[in-house]
T-cell receptor, first 114, second 116 residues
Framework: GQQVMQIPQYQHVQEGEDFTTYCNSSTTLSNIQWYKQRPGGHPVFLIQLVKSGEVKKQKRLTFQFGEAKKNSSLHITATQTTDVGTYFCAGPWDVKTSYDKVIFGPGTSLSVIP | DTEVTQTPKHLVMGMTNKKSLKCEQH?????MYWYKQKAKKPPELMFVYSYEKLSINESVPSRFSPECPNSSLLNLHLHALQPEDSALYLC???????????????FGPGTRLTVL
């Protein structure tokens, strides 16, 4: 069946350091989304990537979609304490049905040490 | 209004109780979702409603019964739950069903359910 992995599972960084999380799928995706969930909060949509090789930036966050549309990354430059949370990639891993289901990856939990 | 609201925020129930979780959105979204989230795990899709019709049931036990009375409301009826059903239950909505050309999901704050 379809598999999605996110690495690393946990990351502790010093404030000001960069952070990257990777999302890898065993199948080609039509699109991929990224969400952030703060501790005690709910997932909040960050971005959707659709095109092969697409790169999108939101201030200190850079999102990439791989050329083969099987992997994606989220890079945060100069982390701040407000970046703390779990970052999930989400995608339509199951394409067997006539419609796609967006399923969340396992997530990367980011801790920022002030 | 870009908000999804959920009530109650917290719920404690016994295994013989019947309760309902409620979700509401006024963004004109036509797809609504129920997710279950355990601690330190990703949200796990349970049900999807598209245009007020159940389109996806992820083999959820019948003790969970969803209902979509209209395009703005989504309920989850609970009956004879087990302690392992204790979790955060999240509702979400999107303009159209996920996988479409525009499918950002807006999540509510969730209901934290404890089953004794």
């Amino acid at each position: 069946g379809q598999q999605v992995m996110q690495i690393p599972q946990y990351q502790h960084v010093q404030e000001g350091e960069d952070f990257t999380t990777y999302c890898n799928s065993s199948t080609t995706l039509s699109n991929i989304q990224w969400y952030k969930q703060r501790p005690g909060g709910h997932p909040v949509f960050l971005i959707q990537l659709v095109k092969s090789g697409e790169v999108k930036k939101q201030k200190r966050l850079t999102f990439q979609f791989g050329e083969a549309k099987k992997n994606s990354s989220l890079h945060i430059t100069a982390t701040q304490t407000t970046d703390v949370g779990t970052y999930f990639c989400a995608g339509p891993w199951d394409v067997k049905t006539s419609y796609d289901k967006v399923i969340f990856g396992p997530g990367t939990s980011l801790s920022v040490i002030p | 209004d870009t908000e999804v609201t959920q009530t109650p925020k917290h719920l404690v129930m016994g295994m013989t109780n019947k309760k309902s979780l409620k979700c509401e959105q006024h963004m004109g979204h036509r797809a609504m979702y129920w997710y279950k989230q355990k601690a330190k795990k990703p949200p796990e899709l349970m049900f999807v409603y598209s245009y007020e019709k159940l389109s996806i049931n992820e083999s959820v036990p019948s003790r969970f019964s969803p209902e979509c009375p209209n395009s703005s409301l989504l309920n989850l009826h609970l009956h004879a739950l087990q302690p392992e059903d204790s979790a955060l239950y999240l509702c979400a909505s999107s303009q159209d069903q996920a996988g479409g050309s525009y499918n950002e999901q807006f999540f509510g704050p969730g209901t934290r359910l404890t089953v004794l």
